[in-house]
């Protein structure tokens, strides 16, 4: 669905992203791993369209991203990496603001805001301020906000900075039933555990280049075999304990 063929990208003389390539499938999540700086924001811009690569193509479907307001860019949703609401206008009001910027009018636009509130779990607070909200909701509102138009593609950078394991559990049953529906998922994140729960394949970016990408089976055995055996038989964790005792219920 997604296809990116040797992205590069510089800032002045900073490479940024140099020869990147990726793939994500429909029906597919496909992890996005790097530290701070690796080029991870720079190459989802370009996948988006937000920023022209200096070379390198990208495709949805086949049909290239150009930088020309096509409307193959209507078929990408993003939730950037900084929250990007409208803090005085109510959640509904925020979603139909972006949704009419894809496009959408009348009934539909109202059908659909009204679905991708439902789908972030925010349908008691739709007419209620981002500024009244937890940082919780209002990463979940900034998801809602990407996927207002039913994008094929949603690129998500770090969606859940902040938010505590109940909202983040939240976001990763939302994120599982659109890979069900067949969308394209690209999940940037810092936390190795939710790539391991959350993603089919994997690709780790340093200093601008892929340093590997495969499934996260095959990328175990890149580790030497003494490290093996700990990764694989996982105990449970911290957070397991934790959503144990205080359960699975939204707070917000
Ligand atoms: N607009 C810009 N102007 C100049 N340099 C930039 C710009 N955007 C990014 N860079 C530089 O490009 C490199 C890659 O940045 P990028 O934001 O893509 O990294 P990242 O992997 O998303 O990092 P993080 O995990 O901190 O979000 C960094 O060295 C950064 O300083
Ligand atoms: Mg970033």
Not at 111 to 135: H, I, Y
Request: aromatic share 4%; hydrophobic share 40%; proline share 4%.
């Amino acid at each position: 669905m997604l296809q990116a063929r040797d992205l590069w990208k510089s800032y002045g003389k900073k490479a940024a992203v140099s020869g990147v390539s990726l793939d994500v499938n429909a029906g597919e999540i496909v992890g996005l791993l790097g530290p701070n700086g690796a080029g991870k924001s720079t190459t989802v811009a370009m996948l988006c369209g937000l920023t022209i690569p200096d070379t390198g193509t990208v495709t949805v479907g086949g049909v290239p991203v150009g930088d020309d307001g096509s409307l193959v860019k209507r078929r990408i949703g993003l939730v950037p990496q900084d929250i990007s609401l409208y803090e005085d206008y109510a959640a509904i009001a925020n979603l139909e603001l972006f949704g009419a910027l894809y496009g959408l009018e009348g009934a539909a636009l109202k059908d659909r805001a009204r679905a991708a509130l439902e789908l972030v779990g925010l349908s008691d607070r739709a007419r209620d301020k981002p500024q009244s909200f937890s940082g919780g909701m209002k990463r979940r509102l900034n998801i809602a906000c990407a996927l207002v138009h039913d994008p094929d593609v949603l690129l998500l950078d770090e969606p859940t900075a902040g938010v505590d394991p109940q909202s983040r559990n939240a976001i990763f049953e939302n994120l599982e039933l659109l890979r069900s529906r067949g969308k394209a998922l690209l999940y940037t994140t810092h936390y190795m555990e939710e790539a391991e729960r959350l993603c089919d394949r994997v690709v780790i970016m340093d200093h601008g280049v892929v340093a590997a990408s495969d499934r996260k089976e095959a990328l175990l055995d890149l580790l030497p075999p003494e490290k093996r055996t700990k990764t694989v038989v996982r105990d449970a964790s911290l957070e397991d304990v934790f959503l144990h005792l205080t359960g699975r219920q939204l707070r917000d």
